[in-house]
């Protein structure tokens, strides 16, 4: 986003989702995500990370966005942000690594993280984009003093099993609806 247009487009995302925070922190909605491991599909150490182009916009962090249950599954609203935020598909199933309750910038969050593989590795990023990379899935090539999402970490940790205690890799199952 180099262009005037662009910067004015980012400027205009960050002034809205300023403006959004002060609703949930008025409001303290109940919000309900998904986050998105998404391995390349040639090459399993690689990942998709992002950095968004209107919070955090030095943070790598995983691809996703919010949902609504009533309309579409975890899957289903990976899937589709994959998709609008990236341009790519994802190749067959997806796992549900692990779904969390957190409560952040207001609201009362349901994350569920999933893991699955990209179905081609040319990405475009959308307008909520700032950067998009394939990253090894040890981090070794993150930029120093570049920062990561904890979403990011505990995914890498329970997807690839990577944890920090030494723990083997748990069992992952097909995604479905979220608890209630």
Do not use: N
């Not at 002034?15 to 399993?44: C, D, M, N, S, Y």
């Not at 249950?69 to 609203?77: C, F, H, L, N, W």
């Not at 998709?83 to 690594?97: D, F, K, M, S, Y």
């Amino acid at each position: 986003m180099t262009t005037r247009h662009g910067r004015a487009l980012s400027s205009l995302l960050t002034a809205g989702h300023r403006l959004r925070r002060i609703w949930w922190r008025l409001r303290r909605p109940r919000t309900f995500g998904v986050k998105v491991l998404l391995l390349h599909p040639e090459q399993p150490e690689r990942f998709l990370a992002v950095r968004h182009s209107y919070v955090d916009q030095d943070r790598w962090a995983l691809p996703g966005g919010r949902y609504r249950p009533a309309r579409e599954t975890p899957s289903d609203a990976a899937r589709r942000e994959v998709h609008e935020e990236l341009g790519l598909g994802i190749a067959g199933e997806l796992a549900e690594l692990r779904t969390l309750e957190a409560r952040t910038e207001g609201k009362r969050d349901t994350l569920t993280l999933l893991s699955g593989r990209a179905d081609g590795v040319e990405v475009r990023t959308s307008l909520e984009l700032r950067e998009a990379r394939w990253l090894r899935t040890d981090l070794a090539d993150v930029p120093a003093g570049d920062p990561v999402s904890r979403w990011l970490r505990l995914a890498l940790e329970v997807g690839t099993g990577r944890a920090d205690e030494g723990t083997p890799r748990p069992g992952r199952r097909p995604c479905g609806r979220p608890p209630a």
